[in-house]
């Protein structure tokens, strides 16, 4: 193309200021896709992509569906996670809830509602015991852990009546 099509607007300069105006094209059209990237992360964001939210909500349940988790796949180191194990109980007295995997390893427990009667390790497994007065009704556990190393992280969850979840979960730094 000769300098008689080009608009006025996008021709070289060279005073006041010499410019290059393919390169300033060029620059304008990656500060467009600078601001639609940093839109994108925002609302990524805000949706629960890094933490809390829409995205990051997940629940699971067991083969039978007798034992259903609540909980986030995407946590942040040193911030609190919630966890909800909703299981039913059908004939027993005691409930007794196995965690394995990384829980161990890479969580602080911070709470556990209602406390459990009796809790031990063993094996790289912590065992909660806790007296159940109702049958044939849902029991709710509530625990908070705190996340104390970033990576993904494998847990799994089993009652005694061999029912099992297993669940993954990404900790951000």
Excluded at 108 to 127: G, V, W
Excluded at 131 to 151: A, E, H, Q, R, V
Aim: hydrophobic letters at 40%.
């Amino acid at each position: 193309m000769d300098n008689k099509q080009i608009p006025d607007d996008y021709r070289n300069r060279h005073y006041p200021v010499k410019e290059n105006m393919r390169f300033q094209l060029f620059a304008w059209k990656m500060q467009k896709v600078g601001f639609l990237l940093l839109f994108l992360f925002i609302a990524a964001a805000c949706l629960g992509l890094f933490s809390q939210g829409v995205l990051s909500n997940a629940s699971t349940q067991s083969a039978s569906g007798n034992m259903r988790l609540e909980y986030d796949r995407f946590a942040r180191n040193s911030t609190d996670t919630n966890f909800i194990i909703r299981v039913k109980i059908n004939k027993e007295n005691q409930l007794t809830t196995v965690f394995r995997g990384d829980l161990l390893d890479n969580y602080d427990i911070e709470f556990i509602q209602p406390l459990p009667d009796t809790s031990f390790i063993s094996d790289k497994a912590l065992t909660l015991t806790q007296p159940i007065s109702k049958k044939d009704t849902w029991y709710s556990i509530y625990m908070t852990l705190k996340p104390n190393k970033m990576g993904y992280f494998t847990n799994t969850i089993t009652l005694s009546d061999n029912e099992k979840i297993t669940f993954n979960q990404l900790v951000y730094p």
